[in-house]
């Protein structure tokens, strides 16, 4: 057996001329020449010395030769461990020193850093570069150089399968031990945590991309369907814990020798490095999905709307970040975005409002939210939202739990909390991560008694039992033992007609100890004051949330990771 081997290699030769990756819209990758290049490369890296149990760091942006990187190491065994293709060379030497990786696989694009932190990194054996490799091993010539056989080596599932590292938000960045294992019952989760959304779903009448679309969608979002949807005996079906695992063990197998025919193809701006890469890697492989990369190294909103406009993928995936920038782009209509059925959306919680604006470019699309972190092997809880309740669209509600998870909502003194009552929010799940990497004392702390993991996130139970998340705990202002949760306070301000980005930070006070300062990105060509931005705010908040300072800077955010990178903003703004 060979996890992701096995699964690349039905595609392969089930459906050999289908496509695997799209690279922008005129280059692609057939599932024979895919596994053909991974089992290449990987018989280099085993000639280079590479066993299992052994690391390897993986550094391109999203391009077919980064999944081919990491379905070579995980068919020897060894564990990727994918770096942000913008890492400066201490951010490198970091992840790479602690990861303990033998061999590093990158671009053209990325030697200048990678060669500055080279020095300091003396656990790298062999260096691989995609371009002009120079001093490193040529990417391409290994390729070249070695037959496409599949490598003899025994992958199970409660094998590691890859190191995650987290963004560092309380200190330096953990590496996130997972399994094979962990991904496959995130999918199991998955499944289940969608059945339980169709009683509560109303689908609109969608155009699917198949033979008569237009009629099966009329009948699939119409009222009769709908209201038999709804019925309790599909309720008490869709709850029932095991149609996950039938799903899973009788019906998927079906599905993965069908995918490919059926031509399914997902958008993927969401970079692969990230925990929801890697699970998405998981699921493009367990589902025959093709994935379509653009070329742009950057978020590029028009190019996505070009390759949604040509290649006509039904799913695309990312963050509210970028989400705004497309519905920003001025000629947005003159795109067909007809075929997009489903958006999946990560990173952090998707506005109310950003939604409906969704809804209106995208009237044929589902959303899917899902929340979670690399401890969790990404997702842990999950909701739908549909263009036809935009009434039940809710702000700050990241849905429910998978199936097989639980949740805890614990106070400052370890009680459980009453519903809408803020408090820490635990985890416990199968898809909970083994641990962090040469961290033991760290994953200890980060767990209570019966193995409830610490999210770091704060929230509260709504009246529907949805989970509302408040923010980070640590990003938590504390002005004279009030509370201020910045997302609150950054959505009032994002909602400002001349605001693009805002991140709210706590300074220090000698009188409330912490006050807070709102540092703003106006969007492009606009010019406001401080006076005007704090004005704003007044009637929509509590006086002491009101910032009482505002800066005005370029911030550092991260498109694709939908997110302000909160730790760079206080190094630089968040002086007394």
Request: proline share 6%; net charge neutral.
């Amino acid at each position: 057996m060979n996890i992701y081997g096995d699964l690349l290699k039905i595609y392969a030769k089930g459906y050999p001329g289908g496509t695997a990756i799209y690279y922008g819209i005129d280059e692609k990758e057939t599932w024979k020449e895919l596994n053909d290049r991974t089992n290449s490369l990987a018989n280099a890296l085993w000639d280079l010395g590479i066993r299992k149990g052994d690391k390897g760091i993986v550094m391109f942006h999203n391009r077919p030769e980064l999944l081919e990187s990491l379905i070579a190491l995980q068919k020897l065994g060894a564990l990727p461990a994918a770096l942000n293709d913008r890492f400066t060379p201490k951010e490198i030497e970091f992840q790479t020193d602690q990861s303990d990786s033998k061999v590093f696989l990158t671009e053209d694009r990325c030697l200048e850093n990678v060669k500055k932190a080279k020095p300091n990194m003396p656990k790298v054996e062999n260096y691989i570069a995609l371009g002009e490799s120079g001093e490193f091993l040529n990417y391409e010539d290994l390729i070249k150089k070695y037959p496409p056989k599949e490598p003899e080596v025994k992958v199970s599932l409660n094998d590691p399968c890859a190191i995650s590292y987290t963004g560092g938000t309380t200190g330096l960045p953990k590496g996130v031990l997972l399994t094979y294992n962990g991904f496959f019952e995130q999918t199991y989760g998955m499944i289940g945590g969608a059945l339980k959304t169709l009683p509560q779903l109303k689908i609109p009448k969608l155009k699917l991309p198949i033979p008569l679309g237009s009629i099966i969608g009329e009948v699939i979002g119409s009222d009769f369907t709908n209201n038999l949807l709804h019925r309790p005996i599909v309720q008490k079906i869709a709850a029932d814990p095991n149609l996950p695992k039938i799903m899973m063990n009788r019906i998927i197998p079906i599905v993965r020798r069908l995918m490919p025919f059926l031509g399914i193809k997902m958008l993927m701006p969401l970079p692969m490095f990230h925990i929801g890469g890697l699970l998405l890697e998981s699921n493009w492989l367990q589902f025959g999905i093709s994935l379509c990369f653009p070329k742009n190294p950057r978020f590029d909103p028009v190019e996505i709307l070009e390759i949604i406009d040509k290649l006509k993928p039904q799913a695309i995936t990312g963050g509210p970040t970028g989400w705004k920038k497309i519905l920003e782009v001025p000629d947005i209509d003159k795109y067909d975005r007809s075929s997009l059925l489903l958006c999946g959306s990560a990173m952090m919680s998707f506005p109310a409002e950003l939604k409906k604006r969704w809804f209106k470019k995208f009237p044929n699309s589902l959303i899917g939210e899902v929340f979670g972190q690399a401890e969790t092997y990404s997702v842990i809880m999950m909701k739908v939202d549909s263009s036809a309740q935009l009434d039940k669209i809710k702000d700050k509600s990241v849905g429910s739990m998978i199936e097989g998870a639980e949740l805890r909502i614990l106070n400052e003194k370890g009680e459980d909390v009453k519903p809408g009552e803020t408090g820490r929010i635990f985890y416990r799940s199968g898809t909970i991560m083994e641990g962090y990497y040469k961290e033991e004392e760290k994953t200890a702390k980060e767990f209570i008694e019966n193995e409830w993991f610490h999210s770091g996130d704060l929230g509260y139970l709504d009246e529907d039992g949805e989970l509302r998340v408040v923010g980070r705990e640590s990003d938590l202002i504390n002005v004279g033992g009030e509370k201020i949760y910045p997302r609150e306070i950054e959505l009032i301000l994002e909602s400002h007609p001349k605001v693009e980005y805002a991140c709210l930070i706590g300074v220090s006070d000698e009188t409330y100890g912490e006050i807070p300062r709102a540092v703003i990105q106006l969007k492009k060509g606009k010019e406001a004051t401080e006076e005007e931005i704090i004005d704003w705010c007044r009637g929509k908040m509590a006086g002491y949330k009101r910032p009482k300072s505002v800066m005005f800077a370029e911030l550092p955010v991260n498109i694709g990771e939908s997110k302000i990178e909160k730790k760079k903003v206080m190094e630089r703004y968040g002086a007394k």
